[in-house]
């Protein structure tokens, strides 16, 4: 029982470093392939925790789904060799049982099961009177309220130490990534839920390795605790994910090469810096809502004239003129035509819904 205990507590400790690193195959293949991997990421000296996947949830049958439960005594090898706690996915109570049977440290849920609520709280069941780190990723789909029932779920079987994972989500039309960081869904769970360990997924946001640095670097920039990162000791024959591996060198090289922020600085003469360009941020803030409020009001008079003469709301090549406008000057001010798209937006919904109000008033 003690011993336990003090497991239990050398855990959390390792899970409250930042950053907090960790890495290991996308699926554990062999023994030999384990062990390798593990001994190259500890020889680093970055790593803090090993992961690999056991059981592996594909999209279609036919792909490798993992070499199951006879690879945890591989990972229990790994850990005695390395001293790296050792961290695996579980989508089923029964896999929970068997993983902790075999003393992996840190379960984590991941996309495929948190976008379904029952396969969630089958592993929550499973989890009740056990004291073990769980970590959950966010949903195949943009949606906010699975993810944080999934956290809830696993917060109600009395899991104290639960944290998040942003590995990005399926949308239409993405193409430069494997899954679209949508960063400021990954921004609002840290904004509801503050004292929740974050750490960012670039391998399954990626896809590829090329870019992986760049979406690491971003994460860190934007106050994530740490990061997840797949590894392999041969990265292009790895059985499954072998585009996003890196090998235990390349990943100890591309977390030397990153710049490590602090969220507050010390310094008083910095701190009345930020504060003079903050009171700034939010004079401008409150001039853009007075503006808005106006803009409103316009469409408001609008809405009425389109009603008392039987004219659509919704006016395409108007909407699209006043886009094509905004790219033109946005464009002159410095402004991107993705946010220029999502802010007009967001503007046109706004005006549409005034205008909606009057016409059915």
């Not at 497991?7 to 390792?14: L, M, P």
């Not at 009395?158 to 990005?168: E, S």
Request: charge should be negative; proline fraction near 4%.
């Amino acid at each position: 029982m003690e011993q336990t205990l003090q497991q239990e507590a050398s855990i959390n400790t390792i899970l409250a470093k930042r950053p907090l690193i960790i890495s290991g195959p996308c699926s554990a293949e062999t023994e030999e392939q384990v062990l390798a991997t593990a001994s190259q990421l500890a020889a680093t000296g970055k790593v803090d925790i090993l992961r690999a996947g056991i059981w592996k949830p594909r999209t279609r049958p036919g792909s490798f789904e993992g070499v199951g439960t006879k690879g945890l005594p591989w990972l229990q090898k790994a850990k005695e060799l390395t001293g790296l706690p050792v961290a695996v996915e579980v989508a089923t109570g029964k896999q929970v049982e068997d993983a902790l049977h075999f003393g992996v440290d840190v379960l984590w849920i991941g996309a495929r099961t948190t976008v379904n609520p029952f396969s969630v709280q089958d592993v929550a069941d499973a989890l009740k009177g056990v004291d073990v780190p769980v970590l959950i990723k966010n949903p195949i789909n943009p949606d906010l309220e699975l993810w944080i029932g999934a956290a809830e779920r696993v917060a109600k079987a009395g899991i104290k130490n639960i944290g998040l994972i942003h590995r990005g989500f399926s949308s239409y039309g993405n193409t430069e990534y494997r899954n679209a960081p949508m960063w400021h869904l990954a921004i609002e769970m840290k904004r509801r839920f503050p004292e929740m360990l974050m750490i960012n997924d670039p391998s399954h946001i990626c896809g590829r390795r090329d870019i992986l640095q760049e979406v690491a670097q971003k994460a860190i920039d934007l106050d994530f605790d740490g990061l997840i990162i797949e590894s392999h000791i041969d990265p292009d024959n790895a059985w499954s994910d072998a585009k996003q591996q890196v090998t235990p060198d390349v990943l100890g090289a591309m977390i030397s090469a990153m710049i490590w922020r602090k969220e507050d600085i010390i310094s008083e003469e910095l701190h009345i810096q930020m504060d003079k360009m903050r009171a700034q941020i939010n004079q401008l803030d409150d001039e853009l809502l007075q503006l808005l409020g106006q803009r409103m009001k316009v469409a408001d008079k609008i809405g009425q004239y389109k009603k008392d003469n039987n004219i659509t709301i919704l006016q395409t090549n108007r909407w699209n003129a006043i886009l094509e406008r905004a790219f033109v000057k946005g464009g002159q001010l410095g402004l991107s035509q993705e946010f220029i798209t999502k802010y007009f937006d967001a503007v046109h919904m706004e005006s549409i819904n005034h205008q909606n109000k009057i016409m059915n008033s």
